[in-house]
């Protein structure tokens, strides 16, 4: 059964918008664990945009599924991630000019600081997944890392255009999966998945967790988060026992 991971930024988002103590990330993560979330997925971002400090020690505390923490290889990210101790850590790319986040790591230009990175983490008892583009060469490198998983970035096959850009984002990322899943390495996925289009992403081969944000955030905005979390959970329930069957 493919773990869905629900990410909460956006919500912290609207709380850092008025600078508020609402919406609360704290409270709507129970919801979404009520909804049947297996993950709680945060980004602590340098510039602390939307997650806080706060969030996160709140978060560790609260959560009783698993707490994903987003982070950038940094020596403060990686203080924090230790401190906290938290049950996963993805390492991601970050620029404080981007909306959201662009594209994978560079593992193959980055390969000893992310590997030393990945062990310090993994030291502290904190399972390591790194997010990247459907890249042959940088999981390759990536699989020298030691992580235990990689996140495939599925933002290029959700923006796609046209129904053949899809299928070719869709093909990149089954190959992905492929060596990724050969290499003895947990397969996620994350970036721009929504109720529309998550469907063939689940659908590839040994796909073991998705990290779905704004799409859930933004249908909660109409249903609220344990209805909105609900849904997902339904629809990839749904695909997965039609997947075993077919």
């Not at 939307?50 to 599924?65: A, G, K, P």
């Not at 230790?82 to 994978?104: D, N, S």
């Not at 590997?115 to 993994?122: A, D, G, H, S």
């Not at 990689?150 to 990149?172: M, P, V, W």
């Amino acid at each position: 059964m493919i773990k869905l991971g629900v990410n909460i930024d956006h919500v912290a988002t609207v709380r850092q918008a008025r600078r508020a103590v609402e919406p609360d990330p704290v409270w709507v993560a129970t919801l979404a664990e009520l909804g049947g979330a297996d993950c709680i997925t945060i980004h602590l971002r340098e510039d602390r945009r939307h997650i806080s400090d706060r969030d996160v020690s709140l978060l560790r505390e609260t959560v009783r599924c698993k707490l994903n923490l987003e982070m950038a290889c940094t020596e403060e990210m990686i203080q924090i991630a230790t401190k906290v101790r938290l049950h996963q850590a993805t390492l991601v790319p970050e620029r404080p000019e981007e909306i959201t986040t662009e594209g994978g790591l560079d593992v193959v230009n980055r390969m000893e600081e992310i590997t030393n990175t990945v062990k310090r983490l993994q030291d502290a008892g904190i399972y390591v997944s790194l997010f990247l583009d459907p890249d042959p060469k940088q999981i390759e490198a990536s699989i020298n890392t030691g992580c235990e998983a990689i996140e495939l970035h599925t933002g290029c096959y959700a923006t796609a255009q046209t129904e053949k850009e899809r299928n070719s984002e869709l093909c990149r990322l089954q190959t992905a999966g492929k060596i990724i899943h050969d290499a003895n390495i947990r397969l996620h996925a994350g970036h721009g998945l929504s109720y529309n289009n998550v469907l063939p992403v689940a659908s590839i081969a040994n796909m073991h967790e998705l990290h779905i944000g704004h799409s859930i955030v933004a249908r909660a905005v109409m249903v609220g988060m344990k209805e909105a979390v609900a849904e997902m959970k339904r629809l990839l329930t749904d695909n997965s026992r039609n997947f075993r069957s077919g």
